[in-house]
Nanobody, 115 residues
């Protein structure tokens, strides 16, 4: 079955960096677009980044452009989110997502940015 497992979250000071990892299985990863979303307490889930198959194109949400980078390793069925210059407003639970007839989500990894 489809599995998405995120890791790499944590507590970081403003201006710091984190790299999130999403290890996947159970579907044709190399031909699948992959997404990162986040959800802060009391807020709607927000799209953060997208990467097409073969990394032919990436897109980032306006609030993270210039600070975050999405990448993938098809040999490892893994997608990454490199987050630099983190801000308190980046605090949220971050989720990996793919769509194959329906949305699939991981369990999420918490990112907390605070001084």
């Amino acid at each position: 079955q489809v599995q998405l497992v995120e890791s790499g979250g944590g507590l970081v000071q403003p201006g710091g960096s984190l790299k999130l990892t999403c290890v996947t299985s159970g579907f044709p990863f190399s031909s699948s677009a992959m997404y990162w979303y986040r959800q802060a307490p009391g807020k709607e889930r927000e799209w953060v980044a997208m990467i097409l198959s073969s990394a032919t194109r990436t897109l980032l949400g306006e609030s993270v452009q210039g600070r975050f980078t999405i990448s993938r390793d098809d040999g490892k069925n893994t997608v990454y989110l490199q987050m630099n210059n983190l801000k308190p407003e980046d605090t949220a639970k971050y989720y990996c997502n793919m769509f194959l007839g329906k949305d699939y989500w991981g369990q999420g990894t918490q990112v907390t940015v605070t001084s």
